[in-house]
């Protein structure tokens, strides 16, 4: 339905409980804090009951919004651009002075100049810069860093017969390859990690996070003008489209928190179906499923994002029963979507081939680096599985513990022992030919300010930096 269909009559009212039926607050469900982020599922499930597709929510600050639970809804708003802008200067909290200046969701929705956040003609001269650029990449030379650092991974702990597989490997193997897609010194890895997963997380540092990222992108696309290589930075800039430095240095930020941030959860959740189901593992290792069918089956089933900010309706319309009004905010329900039992009456029927997910969103706003994102989770996964073929869990399924932020949930750690390979030299074979496949030399170190070297990660629970001492000085 579209805002003229509304013409000939009037829209239904408010649901009971909305802010805008003269309830407070307290009467909707928060999306952050402990009893909204320890189990999230089973809120969507709460929310579904009682609102139906769509339901009315508090974000940070208890600010209201609309989170979209049915699949149809999700598609619905994703592809109809002209009722529900990508636009966030349309939010009528922003126009009303409601958001905090340190409120957390500023980093993830306050407007910028780049494509996620434009509509029309703008949002094509901005995406069109992001996805030529992307396809200069050679997918086989992708695949080869890849390798060349799940090999590294794994050899910095194959020795001790045990892992996690969440601090040693997920977190860790997509910033190590997006740092040379970027043509970034390698060093950057564990820092851009922790900001990336503090400012996805929306925690109280998620602003200086973001200060951090911005500050190092700033001097790396400085050095690209005058020393342009093979990489995104130098393909944006000499892009036809014209991007501003401003441009380019947002669109870098936009390409490196979402592609980390997306497949380290892909990574993660995909692990944890390979270690904990046995008939998965079972026709893995029968020939029956490959592990692409796996990660479509996370893909819908555990996505990496859990729900995506966000459009805002350009004016009054209805969505799911629900009255929307002009100026408010909707959260795309990913994880509600695909498994809305409108579409899958049967949460256990096989999914092989069917790519109908909501997990690379739709319509003019695509994933548009989710070929890259698959690359990495199935090129490191297997590459992780043939280096140790009797991988398993070291703890029991049950104790392992979950961590969800309100875009996204996965585990924690992922404690695994296996059988020490008889030589680390196993992993040699997929280093020989990569730095003559890459996006060419290094640019020299980037001095960064906004964090003081030494300091704790920012945002994390613990330091991860040891690792990352012990590697890069081996390597010097």
Known sequence: MTTADTASGPLPGPPPGCPAHGMGPEALHRLYG??????????????????GPVAPVLLHGDLP??????????????RSPSRFSRDS????MFQEGRVAPDSPLRPMIQWQPICVFADGREHERLRGAVTGSLEQFDRRGIRRYVIRYTNQLVDSFAATGQADLIGDFAEKLPMLVMTQLLGMPEEYGPRLVDAALDLMKGSKTALASNDFLVSTLRTLTERKKVSPGHDLPSWLIRHDAGLTDNEVLEHLRLVLVAANET????????????LTDRRFRANLAGGHMTLPDALEKVLW???PLSAIPGRWATGDTL???QRIKAGDMLLLGVAAGNVDPEIRPDLSAPLQGNRAHLSFSSGPHECPGQDIGRAIADTGIDTLLARLPDLQLAVAEGDLRTRAAWLSKRLESMPVRFTPPRSAAEGEA?????????????????PVTAVEPGSAPVGRERARTSWW???FRSRR
Request: aromatic share 6%.
């Open 263 to 274: 497949t380290v959860n892909l990574i993660a959740n995909t692990l944890h179906l390979v």
């Open 65 to 78: 919004a609309w989170l979209v639970l049915g699949h149809r809804e999700n598609l619905e708003v994703m």
């Open 301 to 303: 089933d555990a996505p």
């Open 89 to 92: 200067r349309n939010w009528r």
């Open 319 to 321: 969505l799911g029963g």
């Open 469 to 471: 001492a012990r590697l």
């Open 430 to 446: 997929g280093r020989s030919d990569v730095a003559t496949t890459g996006p060419g030399p290094l640019p020299e170190v980037v």
């Open 34 to 51: 402990p009893a909204a982020e320890s189990n999230p599922q089973a809120l969507y499930e709460t929310l579904r009951a009682r609102y």
